[in-house]
């Protein structure tokens, strides 16, 4: 092979290996872009939950692109604002696929145990508060739901509950004392 030949060979491997280096470069970077910008409208979404603008903070939440870090959250503060808004079917999914996503969050499956009870499923509903209390032995609230969910079941069939009337959960990220 002629020494002109093999310098267009390593001319030609080298631009490879440059364009390649380029793309590698571009795809780390739009990637970089698409996590800044995801961080971004989580915190306006949770911004804008945490103001009561809940179909606002449902919207913006929405138009997170999947596939980035903040996936869990992105997913709880959906289910969250849709309880809020009572869609309790679909804060169900969105909260279960946090769960799925991240289940050492206390927040999480106690969202989902207001969801359940709001669907009038007591027994999913007490299992998540009693996993609740398995990541966090104090607290009170979800100790709180699980006896009044016991009180519950205790209920015979006709009997009243003028007396006593149902414990209504709080809602995800609501003051219990209010």
Do not use: C
Not at 66 to 75: M, P, Y
Not at 98 to 116: K, Q, S, W
């Amino acid at each position: 092979m002629s020494r002109a030949r093999k310098l267009v060979l390593a001319a030609v491997g080298v631009v490879l290996i440059a364009g390649a280096a380029v793309v590698a470069y571009q795809y780390d970077v739009q990637k970089q872009q698409q996590a800044d910008a995801a961080a971004a409208m989580l915190s306006l979404g949770i911004a804008e939950f945490n103001e009561e603008r809940y179909s606002t903070a449902l919207e913006t939440l929405s138009g997170i692109q999947r596939g980035t870090e903040h996936d869990w959250r992105v997913a709880y503060y959906t289910g969250v604002t849709q309880i809020r808004l009572k869609d309790f079917e679909a804060a169900a999914a969105a909260l279960e696929e946090a769960r799925l996503l991240n289940a050492y969050d206390e927040d999480i499956p106690f969202a989902l145990g207001v969801t359940y009870f709001k669907l009038g499923n007591l027994a999913l509903a007490k299992s998540y508060f009693h996993s609740v209390l398995e990541i966090n032995p104090d607290h009170a609230e979800a100790r709180g739901l699980m006896g009044s969910m016991a009180s519950l079941e205790r209920m015979q069939p006709g009997s009243s509950t003028e007396e006593t009337g149902p414990t209504e959960p709080p809602v995800a990220g609501e003051d219990p004392g209010n």
